[in-house]
T-cell receptor, first 113, second 113 residues
Framework: SQTIHQWPATLVQPVGSPLSLECTVE??????LYWYRQAAGRGLQLLFY??????ISSEVPQNLSASRPQDRQFILSSKKLLLSDSGFYLC????????????FGEGSRLTVL | GESVGLHLPTLSVQEGDNSIINCAYS??????FIWYKQESGKGPQFIID?????DKRQGQRVTVLLNKTVKHLSLQIAATQPGDSAVYFC????????????FGAGTRLFVKA
């Protein structure tokens, strides 16, 4: 069966510090991978998605970046965090080369102080 | 399009009643629609999906209705239970949209015992 894990689950960082959130998927090959952000009590905003290694599509201009160094690994990064980067970050995957159901990770709650 | 900046609308229903959650979408090219349920502090989970060549699909206690003429999607939950309390999101994939999934604003459902 397929599983998705993301970490860390909770993170408190000062403004201006770097960020690295990691997500890995097991049990499937060539998945589509996604990063979403959710502000408290609000909807899900698509940040990045990837259909293959090294292929990243950015949906929102911001100080975040994403990388996919391996087929089942997706990393969300920032060199300098802003207060507005606080939120609940969700990694998800779907079966490659098709539109379909998203499978979400447990989420990473980031608080920037 | 995305409505991530809006506070979630709420729907309050009595246990045992039927719930109807509505969603409007704006992209005429969308051809695949999904409803997700998100419990507090967790990632969204798939409930039911529908493709644009259908106007109704039923699952266990849930029914999704699609009206392409007015770009409207609804989720009906029969005999609503306390465990149904959560935030519900509709999501869409657009034909030719590169497999990206865009979420609607979400609705918070409260079930009164």
């Amino acid at each position: 069966s397929q599983t998705i894990h993301q970490w860390p689950a909770t993170l408190v960082q000062p403004v201006g510090s770097p960020l690295s959130l990691e997500c890995t998927v097991e049990g499937t090959s060539n998945p589509n991978l996604y990063w979403y952000r959710q502000a408290a009590g609000r909807g899900l905003q698509l940040l990045f998605y990837s259909v293959g290694i090294g292929q990243i599509s950015s949906e929102v201009p911001q100080n975040l970046s994403a990388s996919r160094p391996q087929d089942r690994q997706f990393i969300l990064s920032s060199k300098k965090l802003l207060l507005s980067d606080s939120g609940f970050y969700l990694c998800a995957w779907s079966k490659g080369l098709s539109t379909g159901e998203l499978f979400f990770g447990e989420g990473s709650r980031l608080t920037v102080l | 399009g995305e409505s991530v900046g809006l506070h979630l609308p709420t729907l309050s229903v009595q246990e045992g009643d039927n719930s109807i959650i509505n969603c409007a979408y704006s992209n005429s090219a969308s051809d695949y629609f999904i409803w997700y349920k998100q419990e507090s502090g967790k990632g969204p989970q798939f409930i039911i999906d529908i493709r644009s060549n259908m106007d109704k699909r039923q699952g266990q206690r849930v029914t999704v209705l699609l009206n392409k003429t007015v770009k409207h999607l609804s989720l009906q939950i029969a005999a609503t239970q306390p465990g149904d309390s959560a935030v519900y999101f509709c999501a869409e994939n657009a034909r030719g949209g590169g497999f990206k999934t865009i979420f609607g604003a979400g609705t918070r459902l409260f079930v009164k015992a």
